[in-house]
C-alpha cells in the first residue's frame, strides 16, 4: 500500500506511514535536551494476517536451520574462515567487539554480500564526512564480506556478522548495539 509522509520544521521531524508501519525520524535538534537513543523510532500495529505470517515465518525459520545446521557445520570444518566468528551469528561477540559497542550510538550497516559491503563502505564514508563523529558497525553475511569490511573499515567503527533472526538473538543484539540507525 502506498504510505503518506509529513514533515515539520521545527521541531525537525518527519513522520512516515505505510502498509501499517508508522517511522518517526527526527533531528539531533528535536529531541528533548538529556534524551539518548534512536534516530528513528518505529511503531507497528500489526493485523492479524502480519502476526500470523511472522508466527510462520519463524516456525520456518526454526525449521530450516536446524536442518540447514549439518551444512554450516561441514562449511566451517573445511574452512576455517567460517568458524571463526561463528558466535556473532547468536549475538556472541568477542570482548573487544562488546567492549567497543557497549556504549550504544553506533550506525548499523548491514550488508549481504560483497557488493553490498562496498557500498556500505561508501556510504558511512560519505556520511562521515558530513558527521565526523558518527561510529559505525558493518554486519555481513559471508566470510569474502567480512574479508573486506576488516580491510576497509576505519579503525572507529566495529565488524560483525549478522545476527540470525530469532527473536531472543536480535532482542540480544539490539540490547547490546543499541544502535542510532540502521541501514
Known sequence: SEGSCTS????????????????????RDARPAGRSGFLFSFSARPDRLSVM????YQVLFAVGFILMLPHFLMRMRRRGGYAARFGDRFARYPPAVRAAVSGGGRVWIHAVSVGEIYVGLGFARELRARRP?????????SPTARGIADAQADPRDVTAYFPLDFPWVM????????????F
Open 133 to 141: 563523529e558518527l561510529r559505525f558497525l558493518f554486519t555481513y553475511n
Open 53 to 56: 505470517m511472522w508466527w510462520i
Open 171 to 182: 532482542r540480544r543484539a539490539l540490547n547490546l548495539i543499541r544502535p542510532r540507525a540502521l
Open 8 to 27: 515539520r520544521k521545527r521541531p525537525a521531524i518527519s513522520i512516515c506511514s505505510a502498509g501499517g508501519w508508522t517511522c518517526r525520524a527526527e533531528t
